[in-house]
């Protein structure tokens, strides 16, 4: 979530921020639909270790490091589940340990390639990318108003937890479990009010402006691959084929009881 | 003069209709963040509580926005913010635009924008399509332990029955809405 506060003045420059974001966007849909074809753990692993070192740029060890005890803690406890059920029906039980790393593998190298873009891109980047993608004027102006309004939303969150607070009452996750009905009242309703407000004030300052109208977006930055965009298309483009190669030969090799 | 009619042509989407399906992805992905934070994570009432949300807020915006296209103008939106700046996924965008383009024809098949339960249905067939095809897609990720499914399924079903009180929640909202003046028709 903290994405969301980077702007250009204060985010901290590293080598994936000189990326475009288009590249990266292309990195994660490739990713994600590679790791889906590929059946073998060192196919795999070679794509963990590359995605991983690719999200390292982002120097946001923090944020890094809670995603990844995120991820194990699922993991495990879906591990515990497999071995409860087991001892239920054995019929249940894991068959391999492979066939349960395959799985893990798959969504980290999701995780990194996604987290990477998201960590790395400014709102102001995203803006320019919504243009350069030469995207539809109905497709472009909610973007940009959901992109721009979601600072703006969390703060009126905050401020209304803030006045929640004042009143009395308390705002916890006991609070959700024991009385969502109330916790819904207090904070989603006044939430929900204020955005519907803030739509309508917005929708007529933005006719008036006769934002809309026109079919050209004219662009305040035009967007273009740099030497390094290609670079790090190029390398991506090999480090999948090679996975694909590794996956071919895991299975060959299998197949023929090497 | 034709070309002076083409200029003064409305488009179909004007562009209070655009901010608010912004404004209300924006909603929802907020929505769904806190609801994470403020319950502690991954428990069947934070998942009940933010599929309601969901659904709530979705039946309020098609209340608003009585146009086709427009579930799936924002489900688009918020797939693609989603993916951009906070790490969703990209395999599940078309299974969500494809659910939410079948739920808008089914809308119009049963009742149109103008009818309650017209609204309700499609709301509750996209949530379940969508679902189902996200389900798909965890097939194919858990493929070699296909039994973890099992977990999922359990997951997405309690979710579901948020999604379901939801459509009612949003109901009642609507109405609370309209006696505010903010929801007009």
């Known amino acids: 979530m903290r994405a969301l506060y980077t702007t250009n003045t204060v985010a901290p420059e590293t080598p994936l921020h000189h990326l475009d974001v288009r590249t990266k966007m292309t990195i994660s849909a490739v990713a994600s639909v590679v790791v889906i074809f590929l059946k073998s753990v060192p196919a795999l692993a070679l794509l963990v270790a590359a995605s991983t070192l690719y999200l390292m740029f982002t120097r946001r060890w923090k944020i890094i490091i809670i995603a990844y005890v995120a991820v194990m803690l699922m993991w495990v406890g879906a ?24 799985p893990f ?39 940009a108003v959901m992109v721009r309004f979601l600072p703006s939303l969390m703060e009126d969150v905050r401020q209304i937890s803030e006045a929640v607070k004042t009143k009395g009452y308390s705002l916890h996750p006991a609070s959700l479990l024991l009385a969502p009905r109330q916790t819904m009242r207090l904070l989603f309703v006044p939430v929900l009010f204020r955005a519907l407000r803030t739509s309508d004030e917005l929708g007529i300052a933005a006719e008036l402006k006769g934002v809309g109208y026109s079919n050209n977006i004219s662009r305040f930055r035009e967007q273009h691959f740099s030497n390094v965009d290609y670079g790090v298309l190029a390398l991506s483009t090999g480090l999948f084929v090679l996975s694909f190669v590794i996956n071919a030969y895991t299975k060959l090799s299998t197949y023929m009881g090497m | ?14 562009v209070r209709e655009l901010v608010v399906i912004g404004i209300f992805a924006a909603v929802v992905k907020v929505s769904s963040i806190l ?121 997405v079903t309690i979710g579901y029955v948020g999604s379901v009180i939801g459509l009612f ?13 903010i929801v007009h028709h």
């Open chain 1, 79 to 102: 591990v515990i589940c497999m071995e409860l059920m087991a001892l239920v029906s054995p019929r249940m039980a894991a068959s391999s340990l492979s066939s349960l790393m395959l």
């Open chain 1, 105 to 143: 593998l798959r969504s980290l190298v999701l995780i990194n390639t996604l987290l990477a873009m998201a960590l790395s891109s400014r709102i102001q980047g995203i803006l320019t990318t919504l243009k350069a993608l030469r995207l539809p004027y109905w497709l472009y102006i909610p973007a």
């Open chain 2, 1 to 14: 003069m034709e070309k002076v009619l083409q200029k003064t042509k409305q488009p179909y989407w004007n």
């Open chain 2, 35 to 155: 609801v994470a934070l403020v319950g502690g994570g991954m428990n069947p009432a934070t998942l009940l509580l933010k599929n309601l949300l969901f659904t709530t807020l979705l039946v309020v915006l098609l209340y608003k926005l009585r146009k086709f296209g427009s579930l799936t103008l924002f489900l688009g939106v918020s797939a693609l913010i989603s993916a951009l700046l906070l790490g969703g996924s990209m395999v599940l965008i078309p299974a969500s635009l494809l659910a939410g383009i079948i739920a808008e024809g089914l809308i119009l098949v049963v009742g149109g924008y103008a009818s309650t339960f017209a609204l309700m249905l499609g709301v509750a067939v996209y949530d379940a399509l969508s679902k189902i095809m996200s389900l798909g897609v965890s097939w194919l990720m858990l493929r070699e332990q296909p039994k973890m499914i099992i977990m999922v399924a359990v997951f």
């Open chain 2, 169 to 181: 929640t949003g109901r009642y909202f609507v109405k609370e809405l309209r006696h505010a003046g």
